[in-house]
């Protein structure tokens, strides 16, 4: 699925989303952590940054926060529960980011992309981060190199993955090191990965 369609699914579900967001901790813990890790609190991307949950966490601890994100109306709900982050309406995977950043987060947005489209996904993650920045994102974990499919609120999504080795081999490639890669949701293959980039590649 492209993304821009996937997009359009997400505007069908986009108040139906935002209900469900209510009082959810998920990733929370996680995106302490990696605020803490980070040496700089200057600027921080948050990727697929849906109705803006966890951008409100990273500008509430000082941060300044771009949120891009591919479905228009979960970014209007965003901007305008909060008006004072910058939030675009983008596909990632062609956006022209202005900068890198101290923290980068993608939270459940990378297994959006398709299984051919990972490598160049999660290389573009890692390029958005500054020298000594942090990064979080999650993603499928193990079974290789997988699509499948899903449903939420009777719209169907796509969902690929790489296996876990693969993204710790584009770390490497990036000078990022692995700091934490985690199974949060088990039984669930939800894996959670914190990097940090060493140095300029």
């Known amino acids: 699925m492209k993304p821009n ?11 139906w989303w935002d209900a469900q967001m209510v009082g959810k901790t998920v990733g929370i813990a ?17 990727v697929g940054c849906g109705v803006g949950r966890l951008s409100r966490l990273l500008a509430e601890a000082g941060l300044t926060v771009t949120g891009v994100d591919v479905s228009a109306k979960m970014i209007r709900i965003a901007a305008g529960r909060l008006p004072g982050i910058r939030f675009i309406r983008a596909d990632f995977l062609t956006w022209q980011r202005p900068v890198e950043y101290d923290l ?10 398709a299984p051919d489209g990972q490598v160049e996904a999660t290389d573009r993650l890692c390029d958005a981060v500054a020298p000594d920045g942090i990064l979080l994102f999650t993603c499928g974990g193990i079974g290789g190199r997988k699509g499948r499919r899903g449903f939420m609120n009777g719209v169907e999504f796509h969902y690929g993955s790489l296996a876990e080795p693969e993204y710790l081999d584009i770390l490497k490639k990036h000078c990022c090191d692995c700091l934490a890669a985690e ?6 293959d939800h894996l959670v990965i914190l990097a940090r980039k060493t140095a300029a590649v």
């Open 30 to 46: 996680y995106l302490h952590r990696a605020i803490g890790l980070a040496r700089t609190h200057g600027s921080a991307l948050d």
């Open 104 to 113: 980068v987060v993608a939270w459940d947005s990378l297994f959006h992309v």
């Open 183 to 188: 199974r949060d949701q088990l039984p669930y």
């Open 5 to 15: 369609e996937t997009g359009r699914r997400y505007d069908r579900i986009a108040e």
